[in-house]
């Protein structure tokens, strides 16, 4: 196999001996050079040879490394080589401010961990499937990193949600395999922001966890609205299957939604501060072809019901900050969005005896919890039919 090639930049001898020698043992092939006109001789030397990726320091004595990129990306023949920054102008909060990126390049700040840059080095050059595995459990890390790569995969590993969310857009994995429960975020979290940023709202994530029993849950996982959830335990061979089956479905969802949308499907705002209870509800609702959209507090609530107009949206009673109460009569006082039919989910009055179908308060609808889906999916029915007959 042929290796892949580097050609760093920088005008520190001792920097780019560590990096050689540290990029050397991992199997790549390393040229360096200390300024901007002997990275422009390499390249020339180099003909149809070019590098599969230019590590280049900011600070050279002949030229800004910033300046040196925009030059590289006017030339034809060399504009598709990938480049990172390695420099040390940046700290480490501004890194993480710009998104890891800067202008257009990948952004990484000295001082650095080796083994860091290494991993997102073989994500951005590697010709193999990218997975961004996150698990704050050491072995169960080592454990999937061990059998995805044996399976042909190329793994990044990370045991914290912010270090996840900093890979996932710096070096956009073709598919994140997500624990839910770990110390700094919760795994609903880091997903839900993921889908907020264009950067990574298309990368497929599996949650994988323990939170879940394994019974009832049929081979291959369950699909959760736009996710798939996985339960532990699990055989790395039906997980690797799983995988792969899932991120097909994912690129005909694309496909789909870049050719025909299904101008049919009825959007739902779901809203409530619990997790837990969005997942399940995304999950249930998804399953019966409508399209669901989420908000876990009623300020986002109120700016996704005027920004997309919902066809209903499913409002938790007790939230904090602004309440449902507060959310529905906000939305009924706006001229867009006072038509919009509300149904209130909420745990607040006891279930009564035969009341499956929900109770009127106040002109909406209201369900107790616990509640069975399909109910749910009867009263969403009905208000979306009242809907069209008022209209």
Known sequence: MNKKRLLIVDDEPDTLAVLEEGFVQEGFAVTTVTSAKALGAALKLAGPDSPDLIILDIDLPDMNGIEIAKKLK??????????????????????????????GNILFTKPYDMNELVIVVKMLVLDKNKVLLVDDEEDV???????????????????????????????HPDIIILDLEMPDMYGGDIARILKKDP??????????????PKEGYEEGGRTMGSYLLLT???????????????????????????????????????VDDEEDVLMVLEEGLSEEEYHIITADNGKDAVE????????IIILDVLM????????????????????????????????????????????????????EVNKLVAGIEKLLQKKVNVA
């Open 74 to 103: 006017e030339n034809s023949e060399i504009k598709d080589i990938p480049i990172m920054f390695l420099s040390a102008l940046f700290s480490k909060e501004q890194e993480r401010e710009y998104g890891y990126m800067l202008d």
């Open 141 to 171: 890390l080592l454990v999937l990193k061990e059998g995805l790569e044996e399976e042909g995969y190329y793994v990044a590993a990370v045991n914290n949600g912010h270090g996840a969310l900093a890979l996932a857009k710096s070096e």
């Open 199 to 212: 950067d990574t709202k298309d990368i497929p994530v599996v949650f994988l966890t323990g939170m879940f």
């Open 232 to 270: 532990k335990p699990y055989d790395i061979k039906e997980l690797v299957a799983a995988i792969k089956k899932f991120m097909g479905k994912e690129n005909e969802r694309y496909v789909e939604k870049i050719g025909t949308l299904n101008m049919d499907k009825k959007t739902i705002l779901i």
């Open 304 to 311: 996704r019901a005027k920004s997309e107009h919902p066809d």
């Open 320 to 371: 904090p900050g602004m309440d449902g109460g507060e959310v529905a009569r906000t939305l009924e006082t706006n001229p867009e969005t006072k038509d919009i039919p509300i149904m209130f989910l909420t745990g607040m009055f006891p279930k009564r005896e035969n009341e499956d179908e929900g109770r009127i308060i106040a002109d909406h609808l209201l369900f107790a919890k616990p509640y």
